[in-house]
């Protein structure tokens, strides 16, 4: 009777285990199927579930089953990550959430979730990419660059391990394009291959580098084309959605006479540190003089700004100057034309959209019409996404883009390859 009681009890601990063991593993497979679903409220909610169950993240595999015999890998080996799913999910609210408060929220929570876990102890690659992405999205480009800095140094051999099966795919391919080594020790360097959570929103997984900054020139032509604000908006919105820049790092100005682009630079300039990172996007009309100096001619008309006293107003600075101009290039009867003049001093790529004598296009580009060069930027800005975009990888990318057509472009005008004072092919910007 005692030997049947002993046994009766035995069976009931092992239930017992056994229920608590499929209480956590069911609600954290149910989390993972909504997930792969989009369905991240009700994912962070059973993530949660299990973490009421079984409340540490862990590296290592577990094991489920009710008895020694029973025993058998969870998942083939996984780790276990409930806490690093419910921060993520929180993360990807915030990328589909409409209503401004109620992504600040979920931004706040998933900043705390990561935060916990890297200060814990539980430093992986994963909580410190979307850590700094949070940051950025929540405009602390300060705290998401030292982040930044802070992945790049992670050894992805020593950093704690994560179940990757909730990622979605697009950011699973973010993860992958880190694995190279970095460019300064054995590190993670390069982000590459980046996607937003959500088409349309801003909250992606590009970090912010708070060193960038961008000033961009939308005006009409005087060959006819009138795209130049629209051109402005696409490159502003690619720039912050793929390429790492801070709204607030970012100038735009359309219908801008020579005094307001002077002024705006002037400001840009105040506020950039030394050595950071300019981008300079030009769409509108030039002149080059006889002496083969060129100009960005505002929409007041006349001679316009020097194009070499822009750059100065970076230059001074130390800043690397990164330009491309979307710009009518006609050869004057001495043969002089826009791009010629290369500055003696600075830090400069200058990328024009057309060759000698060529006139710039447009195209009918998803309702609007587009400058060809400027929809093949942003283009190809959105097929690299990556915050440091080595600039002659991405001046090929760009000729490729137009020559073949691919942005409705047909072929019909050439853009240059970078001309570069003091930096070379694989400076990024």
């Known amino acids: 009777m005692k030997v049947q009681k002993a046994l009766v009890l035995s069976l009931c601990a092992l239930a017992s285990v056994s229920a608590t063991a499929q209480k956590w593993a069911h609600a954290y497979q149910e989390g993972l199927e909504a997930a792969k679903r989009s369905d991240w409220a009700k994912a962070r909610e059973r993530f949660l579930d299990a973490i009421a169950d079984r409340p540490q993240d862990s590296a290592s595999p577990s094991t489920v089953g009710s008895s020694v015999l029973d025993r058998q890998p969870w998942r083939n080996g996984s780790p276990y990550s409930p806490n690093f799913a419910a921060a993520y999910c929180s993360f990807k609210l915030a990328a589909t959430s409409p209503d401004g408060p109620v992504r600040k929220q979920h931004l706040e929570t998933a900043i705390s979730g990561f935060n916990t876990l890297i200060n814990g102890g539980q430093e992986s690659i994963e909580s410190l990419l979307f850590l700094a992405a949070a940051y950025a999205a929540a405009n602390d480009t300060s705290t998401s660059s030292k982040v ?42 390069r982000i590459n291959d980046i996607l937003n959570p959500a088409p349309g929103d801003m909250v992606g997984v590009v970090p912010v580098l708070d060193y960038k900054f961008a000033l961009i020139v939308g005006n009409n032509s005087a060959s006819g084309g009138s795209f130049g604000a629209a051109d402005a908006n696409l490159i502003r919105s690619a720039l912050m959605r793929h390429g790492g820049y801070a709204e607030s790092n970012i100038v735009v100005l359309t219908g801008a006479t020579s005094d307001q682009i002077a002024a705006a630079a002037d400001q840009l300039s105040s506020r950039m540190p030394e050595n950071g990172t300019i981008l300079i996007f030009y769409s509108g009309n030039v002149h080059t003089d ?47 034309y826009f791009g010629r003049d290369v500055p003696a001093v600075g830090k400069i790529a200058q990328c024009i959209g057309t060759a000698p004598g060529e006139r710039t296009q447009s195209a009918a580009i998803g309702g609007e019409t587009h400058g060809v060069y400027a929809a093949a930027f942003a283009e190809v800005l959105g097929e690299v996404r990556n915050n440091r975009i080595p600039i002659l990888d991405f001046a090929w990318e760009l000729f490729y883009k137009v020559r073949s057509g691919a ?12 001309v570069l004072v003091s930096l070379d092919g694989a400076a990024r910007f």
């Open 290 to 336: 006889e002496n083969g100096r060129d100009y960005l001619v505002g929409t007041e008309g006349g001679k316009g700004i020097l194009k070499t006293e822009l750059f100065q107003r970076f230059v001074s600075k130390a800043a690397s100057v990164f330009s491309f101009f979307q710009v009518d290039r006609p050869v004057g009867n001495s043969g002089v």
């Open 407 to 418: 942005s409705q472009a047909g072929g019909l005008q050439t853009p240059t390859l970078p």
């Open 148 to 189: 930044q800095e802070r992945l790049n140094k992670v050894d992805p051999a020593k950093s704690f391990k994560v179940d990757r099966e909730v990622l979605e795919f697009a950011d699973l391919r973010v993860l992958q394009g880190t694995a190279a080594p970095g460019e300064e020790g054995t590190g993670i360097g």
